[in-house]
Protein backbone atom coordinates (compact mmCIF):
# COMPACT_ATOMS: atom_id res chain seq x y z
CA UNK A 1 0.00 0.00 0.00
CA UNK A 2 0.92 3.64 0.08
CA UNK A 3 3.47 4.77 2.48
CA UNK A 4 5.78 8.17 2.96
CA UNK A 5 8.59 7.58 4.81
CA UNK A 6 10.44 10.85 6.45
CA UNK A 7 13.81 10.45 9.44
CA UNK A 8 13.04 10.47 12.60
CA UNK A 9 15.17 13.39 14.41
CA UNK A 10 17.13 16.48 13.18
CA UNK A 11 19.13 19.07 15.16
CA UNK A 12 20.26 22.50 13.55
CA UNK A 13 21.65 25.84 15.00
CA UNK A 14 19.60 28.90 15.33
CA UNK A 15 20.12 30.76 11.77
CA UNK A 16 21.17 27.52 9.90
CA UNK A 17 19.19 26.04 7.52
CA UNK A 18 17.22 23.33 7.82
CA UNK A 19 15.86 20.23 5.45
CA UNK A 20 12.94 18.00 6.07
CA UNK A 21 12.98 14.94 3.57
CA UNK A 22 10.17 12.86 2.90
CA UNK A 23 10.11 10.07 0.32
CA UNK A 24 6.48 8.88 -0.60
CA UNK A 25 4.93 5.55 -2.76
CA UNK A 26 2.13 6.05 -4.54
CA UNK A 27 3.20 7.18 -8.05
CA UNK A 28 -1.13 8.74 -8.63
CA UNK A 29 -0.44 10.91 -5.35
CA UNK A 30 -1.27 14.64 -6.34
CA UNK A 31 -1.34 16.63 -3.08
CA UNK A 32 1.44 17.12 -1.03
CA UNK A 33 1.64 18.76 2.06
CA UNK A 34 3.92 19.83 5.10
CA UNK A 35 2.42 19.94 8.45
CA UNK A 36 3.98 21.39 11.96
CA UNK A 37 3.03 20.22 15.11
CA UNK A 38 4.13 21.42 18.38
CA UNK A 39 3.86 19.98 21.66
CA UNK A 40 -0.06 19.57 22.66
CA UNK A 41 -1.49 21.09 19.59
CA UNK A 42 -2.91 19.75 16.49
CA UNK A 43 -1.28 20.37 13.28
CA UNK A 44 -0.56 23.47 11.78
CA UNK A 45 -0.68 23.50 7.53
CA UNK A 46 2.70 25.21 6.30
CA UNK A 47 2.51 24.49 3.01
CA UNK A 48 1.27 22.08 0.21
CA UNK A 49 2.51 21.59 -4.05
CA UNK A 50 0.71 20.09 -6.33
CA UNK A 51 2.41 17.09 -8.43
CA UNK A 52 2.87 18.72 -11.47
CA UNK A 53 4.89 21.53 -9.42
CA UNK A 54 9.11 21.33 -8.96
CA UNK A 55 8.79 23.88 -6.22
CA UNK A 56 7.22 26.61 -4.02
CA UNK A 57 9.00 29.20 -1.97
CA UNK A 58 6.65 30.82 0.88
CA UNK A 59 8.52 33.34 3.24
CA UNK A 60 11.18 31.16 4.99
CA UNK A 61 9.95 27.92 3.61
CA UNK A 62 10.54 25.81 0.32
CA UNK A 63 9.56 22.97 -0.84
CA UNK A 64 10.90 21.14 -3.30
CA UNK A 65 9.27 18.14 -5.75
CA UNK A 66 11.31 15.08 -7.29
CA UNK A 67 8.41 13.54 -8.79
CA UNK A 68 10.91 10.81 -10.35
CA UNK A 69 12.36 9.68 -7.27
CA UNK A 70 9.17 10.35 -5.24
CA UNK A 71 11.18 12.79 -2.91
CA UNK A 72 9.83 15.86 -1.51
CA UNK A 73 11.74 18.08 0.84
CA UNK A 74 10.88 21.02 3.42
CA UNK A 75 13.88 23.50 3.61
CA UNK A 76 13.56 26.33 6.69
CA UNK A 77 15.55 29.42 6.05
CA UNK A 78 17.38 30.57 9.03
CA UNK A 79 15.56 28.37 10.91
CA UNK A 80 14.19 29.89 14.82
CA UNK A 81 14.09 27.88 18.33
CA UNK A 82 10.51 28.71 17.55
CA UNK A 83 10.45 26.25 14.93
CA UNK A 84 11.15 23.53 17.25
CA UNK A 85 8.31 20.71 16.59
CA UNK A 86 7.38 18.23 14.90
CA UNK A 87 7.16 18.22 10.95
CA UNK A 88 5.12 15.78 8.98
CA UNK A 89 5.20 14.74 5.35
CA UNK A 90 1.76 13.93 3.93
CA UNK A 91 0.50 12.73 0.47
CA UNK A 92 -3.24 12.11 -0.82
CA UNK A 93 -4.94 11.41 -4.18
CA UNK A 94 -7.53 13.21 -3.51
CA UNK A 95 -7.23 16.95 -2.24
CA UNK A 96 -7.11 17.87 1.13
CA UNK A 97 -8.66 14.61 2.06
CA UNK A 98 -7.56 11.11 3.01
CA UNK A 99 -4.20 12.41 3.47
CA UNK A 100 -1.61 9.17 3.92
CA UNK A 101 1.32 10.91 6.57
CA UNK A 102 4.88 10.25 7.65
CA UNK A 103 5.83 9.16 11.11
CA UNK A 104 6.72 13.12 11.49
CA UNK A 105 10.36 14.26 12.30
CA UNK A 106 11.34 16.35 14.90
CA UNK A 107 13.10 19.01 14.87
CA UNK A 108 15.34 20.10 17.51
CA UNK A 109 16.51 23.74 17.32
CA UNK A 110 19.53 25.02 19.80
CA UNK A 111 20.45 28.47 20.16
CA UNK B 1 -12.72 33.93 13.37
CA UNK B 2 -12.71 30.76 15.59
CA UNK B 3 -10.65 27.21 14.53
CA UNK B 4 -11.64 23.37 14.73
CA UNK B 5 -13.09 23.31 18.06
CA UNK B 6 -13.02 19.44 19.68
CA UNK B 7 -14.62 18.15 22.45
CA UNK B 8 -13.88 17.29 25.03
CA UNK B 9 -9.75 17.85 25.01
CA UNK B 10 -8.75 14.86 27.65
CA UNK B 11 -11.28 11.27 28.09
CA UNK B 12 -10.02 8.51 29.89
CA UNK B 13 -12.89 5.00 29.68
CA UNK B 14 -13.23 1.93 30.64
CA UNK B 15 -12.35 -0.98 28.08
CA UNK B 16 -15.81 -1.96 26.71
CA UNK B 17 -17.73 1.02 27.28
CA UNK B 18 -18.44 3.65 24.02
CA UNK B 19 -16.93 7.30 23.70
CA UNK B 20 -18.35 9.94 21.23
CA UNK B 21 -16.14 12.76 20.51
CA UNK B 22 -17.60 16.10 19.01
CA UNK B 23 -15.82 18.35 16.31
CA UNK B 24 -16.76 22.21 15.36
CA UNK B 25 -15.74 23.10 12.02
CA UNK B 26 -14.93 26.75 11.59
CA UNK B 27 -17.54 28.75 9.94
CA UNK B 28 -18.43 28.17 6.60
CA UNK B 29 -16.71 25.03 6.29
CA UNK B 30 -18.83 22.16 5.18
CA UNK B 31 -16.24 18.78 4.86
CA UNK B 32 -14.78 17.49 8.23
CA UNK B 33 -12.60 14.65 8.25
CA UNK B 34 -10.85 12.28 11.34
CA UNK B 35 -7.78 10.92 12.19
CA UNK B 36 -6.33 9.03 14.65
CA UNK B 37 -2.68 9.79 16.49
CA UNK B 38 -0.86 7.14 18.29
CA UNK B 39 3.06 6.58 18.93
CA UNK B 40 3.10 3.09 17.24
CA UNK B 41 1.12 4.20 14.10
CA UNK B 42 1.45 7.55 13.70
CA UNK B 43 -1.29 9.51 12.11
CA UNK B 44 -4.14 7.39 10.35
CA UNK B 45 -7.31 8.23 8.03
CA UNK B 46 -10.53 7.87 9.49
CA UNK B 47 -13.22 9.12 7.36
CA UNK B 48 -15.01 11.92 6.09
CA UNK B 49 -18.32 13.51 5.67
CA UNK B 50 -19.36 16.41 3.46
CA UNK B 51 -23.34 17.30 3.69
CA UNK B 52 -24.28 14.58 6.24
CA UNK B 53 -22.52 11.90 4.10
CA UNK B 54 -19.45 9.83 4.73
CA UNK B 55 -17.37 10.22 1.62
CA UNK B 56 -14.47 8.50 2.35
CA UNK B 57 -13.41 5.67 4.59
CA UNK B 58 -9.67 4.75 6.15
CA UNK B 59 -9.00 1.01 7.11
CA UNK B 60 -10.59 0.88 10.49
CA UNK B 61 -13.48 -1.71 12.00
CA UNK B 62 -16.80 -1.00 12.36
CA UNK B 63 -16.82 -0.05 15.96
CA UNK B 64 -15.43 3.39 14.77
CA UNK B 65 -18.45 5.18 13.09
CA UNK B 66 -18.90 8.96 12.86
CA UNK B 67 -21.71 11.61 11.37
CA UNK B 68 -22.75 15.15 10.29
CA UNK B 69 -25.04 16.96 11.27
CA UNK B 70 -26.83 19.45 8.85
CA UNK B 71 -24.89 22.40 10.78
CA UNK B 72 -21.58 20.61 9.69
CA UNK B 73 -20.51 19.82 12.98
CA UNK B 74 -19.29 16.07 13.20
CA UNK B 75 -19.63 13.52 15.87
CA UNK B 76 -17.58 10.14 16.30
CA UNK B 77 -18.33 7.05 17.98
CA UNK B 78 -15.82 4.04 19.21
CA UNK B 79 -17.72 1.18 20.25
CA UNK B 80 -16.22 -1.71 23.12
CA UNK B 81 -13.19 0.33 23.04
CA UNK B 82 -10.02 -1.79 23.46
CA UNK B 83 -6.55 -0.27 24.88
CA UNK B 84 -5.36 -0.06 21.78
CA UNK B 85 -8.19 2.84 20.81
CA UNK B 86 -6.00 5.21 23.23
CA UNK B 87 -5.26 7.99 20.97
CA UNK B 88 -5.27 11.69 19.86
CA UNK B 89 -8.31 12.13 17.40
CA UNK B 90 -7.71 14.71 15.54
CA UNK B 91 -10.69 16.47 13.68
CA UNK B 92 -10.27 18.53 10.08
CA UNK B 93 -12.30 20.85 8.57
CA UNK B 94 -12.19 22.07 4.97
CA UNK B 95 -14.27 24.41 2.78
CA UNK B 96 -15.01 22.12 0.43
CA UNK B 97 -14.26 18.19 0.05
CA UNK B 98 -11.61 18.75 -3.04
CA UNK B 99 -10.83 22.21 -1.03
CA UNK B 100 -6.24 21.48 -0.40
CA UNK B 101 -6.00 23.08 2.89
CA UNK B 102 -7.23 21.30 5.62
CA UNK B 103 -6.96 22.67 9.30
CA UNK B 104 -6.96 20.75 11.93
CA UNK B 105 -7.76 21.14 15.90
CA UNK B 106 -6.19 20.45 18.75
CA UNK B 107 -7.65 17.12 19.06
CA UNK B 108 -9.18 14.96 22.06
CA UNK B 109 -6.68 12.89 24.29
CA UNK B 110 -8.53 9.38 24.17
CA UNK B 111 -6.70 7.20 27.13
CA UNK B 112 -8.87 3.63 27.33
CA UNK B 113 -8.24 2.10 30.86
Known amino acids: GEDVEQSLFLSVREGDSSVINCTYT??????LYWYKQEPGAGLQLLTY?????DMKQDQRLTVLLNKKDKHLSLRIADTQTGDSAIYFC???????????FGKGTTLSVSS | KAGVTQTPRYLIKTRGQQVTLSCSPI?????VSWYQQTPGQGLQFLFE???????NKGNFPGRFSGRQFSNSRSEMNVSTLELGDSALYLC????????????FGQGTRLTVV
Open chain 1, 90 to 100: AESTQAGTALI
Open chain 1, 26 to 31: DSSSTY
Open chain 1, 49 to 53: IFSNM
Open chain 2, 49 to 55: YFSETQR
Open chain 2, 92 to 103: ASSLEPENTEAF
Open chain 2, 27 to 31: SGHRS
